[in-house]
């Protein structure tokens, strides 16, 4: 790998890892903290970030465990840093609190999940999908997080970038959900320009006064500053007004915080989902797929295609929040919804909820082993069901 | 005109008086905290920030200190006060918690900090329970105490914690309880002076949830006994002449560099690598 001089941003194209190019999309994004504790399939992120954040100015430090990684990098994002911190399913459990604490406290940071075979230890080196309900509701109470899903090496990077945007915006923890065989594939991966990447940073205060947890509508997002600038900052995890005083049995302040919290997100939902969309016109049949098991769907299309089987397509980027309205509209075109996942059956609940009486929903389930779902298989599925 | 008392400069008024019970020490460990900025000639407490956990302790200084505060999860304000300090070294960075949060369920936590050498003020109130849940045993609960989670006594054995924070490896340790106003006061002053980390136990009292298990029911009460149950460091050669005695005193004062001078320094290396080439 070239590294410039100053090479923050290695414009190019590489022949990259999928944990090495969320790396360097972090690096892309202006992240500039990475806390992080050793599991399997994720560890190459930290070590990347070990030996390129001290070169960009930056601080990569292994903390004693994933609870003091999340910690440190929320301490470092209010320190005024973009921050980021790398784990697998049995770290993302541990961490599961603090992310409430990031929702709470509207701290920016992206936290990346390289899924691997669960529950407990499982199998720990092998890909599966079963962190996409821990992902949404894995920490307790009412609160919205941003999850996004990459399919390659490319999107390890883009993604990554884009979820560093998303998380300085709307000042919310950001999920980069991969998975094993995303994170330790090899592809090429092109970095263009840094002219042409798009960078967003965190809304500052106009005034000291100005209430960095509230005191506007229920759709906005305040402005943040940092600590050590003179705000006389109370940041808590309790209630809290829009100044940050904690307001523990006040129905209302708890209300009009966490109602907000949660409506930054859902009232926004338009403007943060995105999903890549094949076929939906003449569709047959349609398929629901996120992560590497899109990879199979692509091929699948092509091999009903071949059968003269038009196959609708949503991949989803963005998995939370979910694209309701674009599910919808799939399942009024179609009788039969197909969602394959590495799970027993997980985003398929949700596509179910959101589709109603549309269409039939079916899920196609395969766990272990990191065996992905073949192409083949789906287009069995497929065609069992158009015969029926 | 009568005198404004001198911490008044360094607290949010409007949030006072504090929620703390009558016979808390947690008041007379901020006002020694803040004497001692006083002393070293601070006006304010711009190029501080705090950090807490969840406890009574936590709330010395989220909402009451003037000052960016960070009131972290249950355990882990060491952990967040790293994350920031890295990520802004010139901030004094100070971590005041109690011992349910820093040594129970965040022991993990301080133990790497010290021997990390990381470079945080931590100042753990010791109460010797939990105290704001109801008086359960804690990690610093007397052997045989009856608490409301060791109705029966308790079976286990405390922590030392100036021990075990100098054993992992701290720049500066010391132990005082509420009665020792004055060396507490001068050891913040010198712990505030140094870098690496820094780490002062403060036993305290707490009328409402422990002392009256143990036959001490106000805060006064349980300064009288620290006062008779404290023996200073210097007047001691074996910690086992002692068995229940509160050890006071400072135990260590080393200059090993910081976490952050090192790392600086390693940075400061691969530059100079990079502008060879």
Known sequence: MSEGKHGEILSGVHFWQGDVACAEGAIAAGCRFFAGYPITPASEIAEHMAKRLPKVGGVCIQMEDEIASISAVIGASWGGLKAMTATSGPGFSLMQENIGYACMTETPCVIVDVQRVGPSTGQATKAAQGDVMQARWGTHGDHEVIVLSPNSPQEMFDLTIKAFNLSEIYRVPVIVLADEIVGHMWEKVYVPPPEEIVIQNRRKPSHFSEPVFGGISDVEVPPMPQIGNGFNLLITGSTHNEYGYRKTVDPEVHRKLVIRIVNKIRKNANKIIDVEVQNMEDADIGVISYGCTSRSVYDAVILAEEKGIKVGHIRLRTIWPFPEKIVRELAKRVDFILVPEMNLGQLVYEVERVVGCEAHVKAISKIGGGEMITPEEILSEIRKLLER | ?277
């Open chain 2, 1 to 277: 005109m009568t005198k404004k008392h001198f911490a008044l400069k360094f607290l949010r008024e409007e949030t006072l008086p504090t929620a703390f019970c009558p016979g808390c020490g947690s008041g007379i460990v901020m006002n020694c905290f803040l004497k001692a900025l006083e002393e070293l000639g601070f006006h304010d407490l711009s190029g501080f920030a705090f950090v807490s956990g969840i406890g009574c302790a936590a709330w010395c200084v989220s909402p009451y200190f003037k000052a960016d505060s960070l009131h972290t999860t249950h355990g882990r304000p060491i952990a967040f006060a790293s994350g920031l300090k890295l990520a802004r070294p010139e901030l004094n960075v100070v971590v005041i918690s109690g011992d349910g949060d820093i040594v129970g369920i965040g022991g993990n936590h301080l133990i790497h900090a010290a021997r990390r050498n990381m470079d945080l003020l931590v100042i753990c109130i010791n109460n010797f329970n939990y105290g704001m849940t109801g008086g359960q045993v804690g990690p610093t609960t007397f052997h045989g105490v009856k608490t409301t989670t060791t109705p029966y006594g308790n079976p286990e054995y405390p922590f030392d914690l100036a021990r075990l924070v100098d054993s992992a490896g701290a720049n500066f340790v010391a132990r005082w309880t509420t009665v020792h106003v004055r060396p507490l006061i001068n050891s913040i002053k010198k712990a505030l002076k140094k870098g690496g980390f820094r780490f002062i136990e403060v036993i305290s009292q707490c009328p409402t949830s422990f002392g009256r298990r143990i036959g001490k029911h106000t805060g006064k009460d349980l300064m009288i006994w620290f006062r008779e149950k404290s023996i200073h460091i210097s007047k001691i050669q074996d910690d086992r002449e002692v068995n229940d005695k509160i050890i006071v005193g400072e135990f260590v004062n080393r200059d090993k560099p910081g976490f952050v001078r090192r790392l600086h320094e390693i940075t400061l290396k691969l530059r100079e690598k990079y502008d060879e080439n």
